[in-house]
């Protein structure tokens, strides 16, 4: 028997505050079923792993920046910052409360960028043009957000030298040896340079410096730089709420197999700001996502507890990619690299895919 919504009672309210990879699949698919709002500081949905293609062609982003009206058509959304959470309801930058039965934390990392989707694009316009005014570029961080960077930017711009510095022994440090490997040995084939064991003083340089020292004292030149290093998780603004117990140590929300924050059975996390213990990759908080409006969706219609969905955690699969069309694959099995690693992701970079999980069409049709 089909379990029922409760259409006729007054509905639930769920709140999901983050509208980023996961946090936006989770508004696509719990907008009709409940009194729902989602909380975010911009006004659009950026597929995150797209920004780096942008930064070399900002046309990309006109598919890869969704505003969030464009699928979130049957709920209330607040463009804001949230900084508190109490048992029942959360508070907002502005001093707005918003009231929840259901609540989910899909805040993610830290990444101050604009409001605006407009003022996003002209962001990728800027930086492109840092890009293509520069000969010689220093990047800094060899995780994948250094070395896609480095990738686009070699097979966009052959003619400019491009410099990685990164502090590990090896890059990507998040897969295998074999990939890190086959990683390398392309950007080597691109004339990247790169350099491991080091990291790059950013603090005491000027505007238009053209020098860098490492630390080992030694002076890089470059036009221009991009600090490609980690973010933070972004639950700073968790540190003194009811939640505040529920942080582990690396700042991430402890969650149980139904993704219930910890003692919690109303408070649900999804994402890079969960403790599962996996990769932090997009399609895995997607999966997230779906596990969660699940359980949501069976809480909301008084289903048994016993009947929630568990979220398996999944064995490392990584995809990188190296410009257009090659890329390194890492699988539980198997590496792959080459042009066949990037025919999985490395044209479209699952735009079109993206875009069809939320009810949207995968290319943007001409009026």
């Known amino acids: 028997m089909e379990l029922s919504l409760g259409m006729g009672r007054e509905r639930k309210k769920v709140v999901v505050v983050g509208g980023g990879v996961a946090g936006s ?24 792993w797209t920004s780096l293609r942008t930064m070399v062609e900002p046309t990309f982003g006109e598919r890869s920046i969704i505003n ?5 058509t049957n709920g209330q959304l607040i463009t804001s910052r949230a900084i508190n959470v109490t048992d029942t309801e959360v508070l907002t930058a502005e001093g707005r409360l918003i009231p929840y039965d259901y609540l ?3 805040t993610g990392h830290s990444d101050r960028v604009p409001k605006t989707k407009t003022a996003r694009l002209n962001q990728f316009q800027e930086e492109n043009q840092k890009i293509r005014s520069a000969n010689s570029i220093l990047i800094v961080g060899g995780g994948p957000t250094g070395v896609e960077l480095a990738g686009e930017i070699s097979v966009d711009f052959p003619d400019k030298k491009v410099t990685l510095v990164h502090t590990g022994t090896r890059l990507l440090d998040f897969v ?42 030694e002076t890089l030149t470059a036009d221009c730089h991009f600090l490609c290093t980690g973010k933070r998780v972004g639950s700073a603004w968790l540190k003194e709420t009811v939640l505040k117990n529920c942080l582990d140590v690396n700042g991430r929300l402890m969650v149980d197999a139904n993704l219930r924050v910890k003692g919690r059975k109303n408070t649900f996390a999804v ?8 990769i932090k990759q997009g399609y895995l908080a997607q999966k997230q996502a779906l596990v969660a409006a699940k359980n949501i969706k069976l809480s909301l219609a008084g289903g048994r507890e016993s009947k929630m969905e568990a979220y398996e955690p ?10 257009r069309k090659h890329g390194v694959a890492q699988f539980p099995i198997t590496t792959i690299g080459g042009r066949i ?5 490395s044209e479209d970079l699952f735009v079109g895919k993206t875009r069809k999980k939320l009810g949207l069409e995968p290319h943007i049709l001409e009026d």
């Not at 074999?178 to 603090?203: N, Y």
């Not at 999944?314 to 410009?323: E, N, S, Y």
């Open 176 to 217: 295998g040896p074999k990939a890190a490997g086959k990683a390398l040995k392309w950007l080597k084939s691109r004339k990247v340079e790169v350099i491991l064991e080091r990291s790059v003083d950013l603090d005491n340089i000027s505007d238009g410096c053209k020098t860098y020292k490492t630390s080992e004292g």
């Open 25 to 48: 699949l989770l508004a696509k698919s719990l907008q009709f079923v409940a009194d729902f709002t989602l909380i975010d500081e911009k006004e659009y949905f950026e597929i995150p």
């Open 341 to 345: 690693a990037g025919l999985i992701k």
């Open 314 to 323: 999944h064995a490392i699969m990584a995809i990188v990619t190296l410009g």
């Open 104 to 106: 989910v934390i899909a």
């Open 271 to 278: 994402g890079d700001i969960t403790n599962i213990a996996e």
């Open 68 to 72: 969030h009206r464009d699928y979130l």
